[in-house]
C-alpha cells in the first residue's frame, strides 16, 4: 500500500508539470471595472454610444450621464458628465437618427441639447402610456426594427400576481417614423430586454414567473401571444393585431409546447434558459455583431442574468420556419446585476449593472465594467445544431478522437416545465437520452451525436464533461449547454456501423481508466451535484404529539420588497417549542430555511448546485446544517412548521434559499441558556 | 398623492430660490406649491421603489388638479374635474437658461405651453397658446371663497394664497356649486395669459 501510494503522488505530480492548465474565463475573457465617481449612484438602465464613442448612460434615478473615455485609454481615468436628469425610471436609451431616444415609466422621450451647452434642454415626450403607479410597470426600449420603428415593451404590474393595470402594460407596442403607435405582440410579463439578431428579427427575454416556468428567449413576430394572459384583456382595441383571448388559455400545467399545438397564436420560447442553473432573471440581450470583438461566435447572442451576474451566449438556427437554439455559460463575475450591454469601438462589450431591490451573486448596488477578449481561442461548443437524429456538435477546435468516440464523454437529457398561472415550474418529464451513434468530422472538430430518441417541444440538456481537446488535452472552458428542440430537423440519418458505434456502456469503466483521473476530478461538476432533502422531520407542518404538554412560542415571519424577512432577529430560549407561520407577501418565490451556527451562506451555496432538482425540492439541500425549514412558497402563500430551538446557545442564521437570495435575504435566531 | 389618489404623471419642480411645485402632465394641473427642501424620493428609489410616491418635504399648499384650460359653451358652464387621457397630449418640456421648463401639451385643439417661474413671493406663471380653435378659458384658482382685492389682486380660499392678474386680462370671477372660481378668457399669443402667485 505504501508503495503504491508514492506512485500515484508521483504520477500526480508529472501530470502538473506535464499538463498545461484548463482555460478559465478570467484569462480568455477578462474584466475591467471602469470606475465611477462616489457622488454618482449609476445603476444603469440604459446604455448607448454617442457617434464621438462617448457613453452614454441612463439610470434609475433619472439621469442621463455622458462618459468619456470608458475604455480607460492612455491609462486616464474615463469623465462623467450630467446630461439629463429629473427623469422616471430610465430603462432603456438608445441613438437613434441622430438622436438621444429612452423609455421613462411613461413615456418614450427624445433629448435635445439646443444651445450647444453639453446638457440637455429639450425633454420631448413622443407618445406617453397610462399607469396605475405600480412599482412593477416598468418599461423598456426603444431601440429601431429593421423598418425604421422604434419598439417598446412595458411590464405588468405586479398585485400578488402579473396585472396589465393600465392600457398596454404586457405589450410590445412599435412606433412608426411619425410615432404614431402601434400595438405588436403581447403576453409578456417582464420583457427587461429584446434585441435584433443577425436577421433583423426581434427576440425578446422573459423572465420566470407567472405563466414563466423557466427564463427564455423568444422570437417576437406581429400578432403573437408568448405567454402571459393578463396584457390580452387589450387584444380586442383598435389596432391590435392579437387574435387570442383570455378565455383562449388553458391553465392546465401542461408542457407550453403542447399547449401551443392547440392554441394558434401562442408562441413558444426559441431557447429556454433554464432557471437556477442557467440564470434567474434573463436581462440584457446583445447580439455579436461586427462591432464586437469576442471570440469565434459571431453572429450569435449574449443574453445576460441580473440575479446571477452573468452572461449566457445563444447560438439559434431555423429549422422547419422555426428558431431553436442553444445557451452555453459564457462569463460569470461581473460586479452587480446586469441590465445592458453595449459594443464599444474597440470590439469590447460595456456591461451596466444594477441591483437595487433585487439580489444579484455580483454584490455592488450598480457597476460598470468592460468585458474583453484576451485573443486566447477558447475552447468551446461553438455550436450545436439539430440533426433528424441527435445533434451535431461544433468545436472551436479539434477534439480529442479517443474521448469523443466515447460515449461516457457525453451525458444527455430531456426536460421541460409547466405553463400555469403558478409562479415558475419545476422541471417535469425528465429523463435521460443514449447515446447509439457518433460520428466525428475529418477535422475532429464536429461530432454528431446520435440518440435513441428527441423529443420535440423539449429542452435537450447536453454535456461533455469527459471530452478533451486533440492539443494539449484539455477540458472545455464549459461544458453543458441546453437546446430547444422546437422542430426536429428532415434529412438524412446515420446508419449505425461498427465505425462509428461508441465506446461505453460495457466498455464505459475501462475506457475511463485511459483518461486523466487528475482532470476528471476537476471536471466532473456532476459529481459535486447536491441532492434535495427529504427528511420530512425538517418540515414539520402539525403540532408532535409529544408536545401535549407546555407552552409553544408562536411566531408570525413575513417578508418585505426587496428581498427581505419581515423580522431579522429573533431571540428565543434553548429547546422553545416553536410554531412559525412564514406569509410570502413578495413577488417572488421565498422559503424559510433555518441552519446551523455559521452555515447561511453554505447552505446558500449549496442550493446552487442542485441543479435543475431544485425547484422540486423546494431548494432545500439534503445537508444535516438544514435544522428546519418551510416548503418554497407562491406570492401570497404562507407555511406553517413546527420546530424546536437547538439546545445549544448560539446564532442560528436562517435564509431563503430560492437561488442566490441568501445573500440578503436572511436574520437570526439568537438562541440563549 | 394628491386629494387622496395616486397621480402618474406628475412632475415635481425645485429651483434655488427654494420654492417648488408638482405639475400634472396630463393635465396641465399645478397641483400644489411648497417652500423649503425640495422632495423626499424614498418610496421610489429604496429597494424596488414602492409605492411609487415622491413626498415634499414641505408644508404644500394644495391647489387643483381640474385642467388649468378648458372649452366652456358658456361662461356658466361646470370646470370640468379632468380631462381624458388621450384629449391631452403632452409634449414634454424645454428649459431655459436659468433650467427652468416650459411645459408643453396639446388639448382642445389648441398648442399650450405653460411656464412657471420662481419669484419674489411665490410663482409667476405664463399661459401661451396657438392654433386655438375656439374660445378657451384658464381657471386660475378655486375655492371656497375668493375675494377681490384692489390692484386686481386677488385672494383665494379665506386668504389661503393670493394672486395676481394684470387688467387686460380680463379675469372674473364666479359661482360653483362648491364655492368660487377664477377665470379668465384665453387668446392666441405668446403670452396669453400671465399671473403670479403668492403664499
Redesign the interface.
Known sequence: MRNSKYLLSLLLLAAGLTKTNAQTENQVFPIVTVPIPKEIALEVGGMTFLPNDELAVAT??GEVWIVTNPYMKDGQQPKYRLFAH?MH?VLGLNYIKGDIYLTQR??V??LRD??GDGE??????MY?W???????EYAYGPILDKDGNMVVTLNLGWIGFGESLSKWDGWMLKFTPDFTMKPFATGFRSPAAFALNSSGEIFYAENQGDWVGSGSITHVEEGDFVGNPAGLIWAAEPGSPVKLRKKDIPDTGEPKYEVAKRVPGLKTPSVWIPHSVMGNSTSGMLSYSDNGNMGPFKGQMFVADQAQSKINRIFLEKIKGVYQGVVFPFREGFSSGILRMKWGSDGSMLVGMTS???SSTGKEEYGLQRLTWSGVMPFEMQTVKAQPDGFELEFTMPVDEKTARNAVSYKLSTFTYKYHHIYGSPVINQSARTIKAIVISPDHKRVRLVLDSLKEGYIHEIRTEGLRSENGNNPLLHNFGYYTLNKIPDGEKVVATAENKPIGGMEADHAMQGMDHHDMKNMAATDGKVTGSTDAGKHLTKKPDSWKNGLVKTILLGTK??L?FDITNLTLKAGTKVKLTFANTDDMLHNFVLTTPGSGNIVGEMVMKMGLDGEKYNFIPNSPKVLAHTVLLQPGKSDTIYFTVPKTPGIYPFICTYPGHYMVMKGQIKVVK | MFEGK????V?S?GTPEKVNYSYD??QGALLQVWRGQFIDVTE?????????LAKPLGVALPLSAAPAIAALADKNAAWPDSIA?DDL?????????N?M?TFLYSSNGADISDKIVAQIGGIERTISLSNSKGPLYCRIAAGATIEALKNNTYSIGNKAYTVKVPAEAKAFIRKTQNGQELLAPLTDGPASLTYSLIW
Open positions: 434609475r434615478r429629473g425610471e411613461a413615456e422621450t427624445r439646443l444651445d440637455a434642454d429639450e425633454y420631448r415626450t406617453s397610462p399607469l396605475a403607479g405600480n412599482y412593477h437595487r431591490g433585487w420588497p426587496g427581505k | 395616486k397621480r402618474t404623471h412632475i419642480v402632465l396630463k421610489m428609489w429604496k429597494d424596488r421603489g414602492e409605492p411609487q387621457f397630449q403632452n409634449k414634454g418640456y424645454v428649459l431655459d437658461k433650467k421648463p
